[in-house]
Each structure stands twice: as C-alpha cells, then as structure tokens.
C-alpha cells in the first residue's frame, strides 16, 4: 500500500477524514480548532462572563472620575465655597458697621447689583477694562507670534538667548515688573525720557499715555507664554508642508495666514482665551503704576473698582457684586472656548 493509499484509509470511527489539508494554506490549524469546540463556545463565553461581572467603576464612565476626584475636592474647597461667599455678600449690606458687629446685615436682594448698574462710573471702568483687555491681548499675541516665527529662523545661540530673556520676563513677579517699568519711564530719572527727548514728560498723567505705559508692561510679561506655546506649535508642522509653500513661491506672511495659522488653530484659540481672562483681572500693573487707578480714577479697571469700592469705601456687598458681575463674563469667555473647541472637533 503506497502512502497514498494510506492517507485515504477510513478513521477509528469509520468516518472518512477527507483529503489532507494544505499546510501552506493555514487549513492544519482549522480542523483543530473545530475539533475543540462549538463555535462561540467556551472561549467567547468566557469574555462575556468577564465583561458581565466587572465593576462598572471600572469598565464604565466613572473611572476617569475616580482619577479626578483628589484635584476635585481641592478645587472644590479652593474655589466654591470663597464663590458661594462672594455670591452670598453681594446679596446683602455688607459694610465695616456689619463686620465689626455694630449693626446686624440685613438682605438686601439685588440692591447691590441695582447700585452698580445705576452708577455710570460702572459702565464706564467697564468700558475701559474691555477696550484695553482687547489692546492688551492682541498686542501680546502679535508680539508672542512675530517672536515665535523669529525662533525658528535664527541659530541656536540667538534663540536660547531671546527664550532665556523672554523666560526671564514671564518670571519677574508683577509688583517688581510694575516697579521698573515705573523707573524706566520716570520723568525725573528714567531712561526712556532721555534717549526719546521728551524731557520731564509724565507718563502717568495722562490717561491715554498712562494706559499705554501699562500696556507695555503687561505684554512684556505676557508675551513669552504666547511665544513658547506657537513656537512649540510651529516645530510640530510637518517640514514638508513649510518647503512646499516656500517652493510655491509664498511669503513669510502668506506662509503664516495660510499655511501655519489654520494648523495652529486649536493652539492660538487657547493662548487667546487665557490671555483675555489674564488681561481682563488686571489688578497688579494699574494699582502699581497709576497709584490706584490714577488721577481722580481716569485709570480704573473693573478688579481695582471693586477693590476700591470693597475695600477703600467699606463697601464689602457692592464689592461683592462687582465680583460676580467680572465671574460672569469670563465664564461667558470660557464658554465661547468651549465651543470653540467643540467646532474645532476637540474632544473635551
């Protein structure tokens, strides 16, 4: 009998086995494994029993909850209830005869915020604080972004020189930055008068020149955020895509409005947004420079008005009232970056 003969011979159970598989076609492995089992048997029974059983703080929405709730609870205590404070003072009439126990509070409603809205004072700072908030964030980021593209094309030693004075810049705490900047353009003393001939000329008087000296101030110590954040944005854009335009023909500028701004997108929506919220509780820089608002409150935006009016004039529940008003307008910020980033296909 030739090996043929034997490899067509009946089985143990008189059942013929039928021609032998191909090994290079992968069939050895099939007729095993249906030996073995029903389909969807023991093996797929077993996933599904394990899947069944698990906790669903562990295989459900709650664990990345469980991650969070340790910064949860320290947010919590940090920021909701000093809110809830801030919410609940301004509902009341809340001066130093209330602190100090002299006459009892008593619930003054939406007193405060009636007060506030019926001031033009109001309106005006409020004016003012968004007119240079805006001054202030388009500033910082023309100058954080011209900076950023300057990054990558100078050589090494030029651009860790620029990052060192740019990191240097973003450390100096507000009150000592304040304070040079106050020196520098002194009228007495300063450099700035000198090399610009403006003899004894008083940056702080007047109200468009004193805003603008502060202005310089805040993007000197805002811009260098902007900057490492769009450099580090501009070194993740593909190569290719740069020499590409470049080999097209385009310019710098026509580079940047439409090869690196619409790539750099998600990136310059949250260096906007924070810098609109930074720059719109700017507190330090005018009470420093401006000597708390400057001359008769020409200066005022709407953290140092409620400073003056919490603190100066006793006033704790309209002070209160200006602070939930400010809280309501960023959140109105946060909410458009959300939905920004919503539009933007982010996953939040």
Not at 32 to 45: D, E, L, M, T
Not at 321 to 333: D, F, K, Q, S, W
């Amino acid at each position: 009998m030739n090996d043929r003969t034997e490899a067509a011979a009946p089985g143990p159970a008189g059942l013929s086995p039928g021609p032998s598989p191909d090994p290079a076609a992968g069939g050895a492995g099939e007729p095993r494994a249906a030996a073995a089992g029903p389909p969807g048997g023991k093996a797929r029974g077993g996933r599904r029993r394990g899947a069944a059983g698990a906790s669903p703080l562990v295989s459900g929405g709650w664990t990345p909850w469980l991650y969070l709730a340790p910064a949860l609870v320290v947010l919590g205590g940090l920021l909701v209830y000093p809110i809830y404070q801030l919410g609940l003072i301004s509902f009341f009439e809340y001066t130093q005869a209330q602190v100090s126990g002299g006459q009892p509070t008593t619930f003054e409603g939406f007193g405060n915020y009636a007060t506030l809205f019926g001031d033009p004072q109001f309106w005006q700072v409020l004016l003012a604080t968004v007119l240079f908030a805006a001054a202030c964030v388009v500033s910082t980021l023309a100058v954080g972004c011209a900076l950023a593209v300057l990054l990558t094309r100078v050589r090494a030693v030029p651009r860790l020189a620029l990052m060192l004075a740019a990191l240097g810049a973003w450390a100096t705490p507000a009150v000592t930055g304040s304070t040079v900047w106050l020196f520098l353009f002194d009228p007495d003393f300063g450099p700035v008068n000198r090399l610009l001939g403006l003899g004894d000329h008083a940056w702080t008087y007047g109200r468009t020149s004193a805003f603008f000296l502060v202005l310089l101030e805040v993007v000197w110590c805002s811009f260098p955020f902007v900057m490492v954040t769009v450099y580090a944005g501009i070194r993740a854009v593909p190569s290719e895509v740069l020499e590409a335009a470049s080999l097209d023909g385009a310019s710098q500028w026509r580079i940047w409005r439409s090869v690196l701004a619409p790539m750099l997108r998600p990136i310059l929506v949250v260096v906007t947004i924070q810098s609109v919220i930074w720059d719109f509780k700017v507190f330090t820089q005018i009470y420093v420079m401006t000597g708390g608002g400057g001359i008769a409150g020409q200066n005022l935006v709407l953290n140092v008005y409620a400073y003056q009016q919490a603190f100066a004039s006793s006033q704790y529940g309209l002070g209160s009232a200006i602070g939930v008003v400010m809280l309501l307008i960023l959140l109105a910020v946060t909410l458009v970056y959300l939905r920004l980033l919503r539009w933007q296909g982010e996953e939040l």
